[in-house]
């Protein structure tokens, strides 16, 4: 059964940090461009970062939304078969429900979502 699990949201304070997973099962992530994305109340999903799938087990480079840029970093570890996201200094519109996305491997081939995991930045 293919799945993308994310954990390890929560409620924060502003200037927090908190360290997302994305465990992949029933596929490997090793081929694939991951990427984090997040969705406000009453707002359109949104791409947060993307790591591309370069050489190496550590995965390749990497790209931020403007708003995350310095604070946010998305890493992977492709024998895990998992990707994550550090966000530091977290700023109260960054609450949102995050989704762990894999891209296609070709372009007849399935893309995956995870079912999201809620990140609350408020005092």
């Known amino acids: 059964q293919v799945r993308l699990v994310e954990s390890g949201g929560g409620l924060v304070q502003p200037g927090g940090a908190l360290r997302l997973s994305c465990a992949a099962s029933?596929?490997?992530?090793?081929?694939?461009?991951m990427r984090w994305y997040r969705q406000a109340p009453g707002k359109e999903r949104e791409l947060v970062a993307t790591i591309a799938n370069g050489g190496g087990s550590d995965g390749g480079s990497t790209m931020y939304a403007e708003s995350v840029k310095g604070r946010f970093t998305i890493s992977r570890d492709n024998p895990k078969n998992a990707v994550y996201l550090q966000m530091n200094s977290l700023k109260p519109e960054d609450t949102a429900v995050y989704y762990c996305?894999?891209?296609?491997?070709?372009?007849?081939?399935?893309?995956?979502w995870g079912q999201g995991t809620q990140v609350t930045v408020s005092s």
């Open positions: 029933g596929f490997t992530i090793s081929g694939r461009a």
């Open positions: 996305k894999a891209d296609r491997l070709w372009a007849w081939t399935p893309e995956y």
